[in-house]
């Protein structure tokens, strides 16, 4: 996807140079965040169409990466034996189960689909990228050289205090977050899914739900929250 896309999605690419951003704006105005989510997911499923044939994918957004963000095969092995269907659709290259490489693994996450999510409850998402924000350090000050500075002190110790003050809000967003499909994806070099990313999504039919399926594509784009 070009940054020229990424200028009418209302996301951005989270790269040392963010990409310009617009904001989604409806013909009648305000929008609510399912209908940003919605129409960000439609945008990026238009693009990659352009270039794509048809395929029984979905696209999506990362709500959260679950802990531990990547498994061992052997991990995952204990969740979906080996000889089950399950493991043989998501430890596979080019549509073929494989034998998996020894440093290989397998990640997970939560992902919010408007043709299956449409029913259930979405997390508020301004308190989930705040929470983020604060966990991974993302604004904390830099400093050229060893040791720490004033401004690193007063934002850690803010950061702390941020955090525990979240907590209780954050667990109901979280049971919110893990009603949410999971899906998996084994990969044999470490990539990174972050929450908020676009990708795309398929259900494997080794299930009588929709519960669980497998992450194919994952697009370097992202969906913009806005803090207003």
Known sequence: MSQDDNKTLGIQNQTSNPAPESTLVSSRG????????????????????????????????????????SLSVDSFAAIYPKDTSFFKSVVQKDGK????????????????????????????????????????????????????????????AKREKSIIKMYPDLYKEFKKVVMHPIFYKYVERPITISPFQFVSLSFTKDFDTYHTGVIGEVYGDFLRVSQE
């Open 30 to 69: 305000l929008v609510s965040p399912v209908e940003k989510v919605i129409s960000a997911i439609k945008a990026v499923r238009q693009s990659q169409a352009i270039n794509s044939k048809a395929a029984e994918t979905m696209i999506g957004v990362v709500l959260m990466t679950s802990p531990p963000l």
């Open 97 to 156: 189960a494989i034998n998996p490489k020894k440093d290989a693994s397998v990640i997970r996450a939560y992902c919010y689909i408007p043709e299956i999510s449409g029913c259930l409850p979405l997390p508020d998402l301004k308190k989930l990228y705040k929470f983020l924000t604060l966990w991974n350090e993302s604004e904390r000050p830099q400093i050229v050289g060893s040791g720490t500075s004033d401004l690193q002190e007063q934002y850690d």
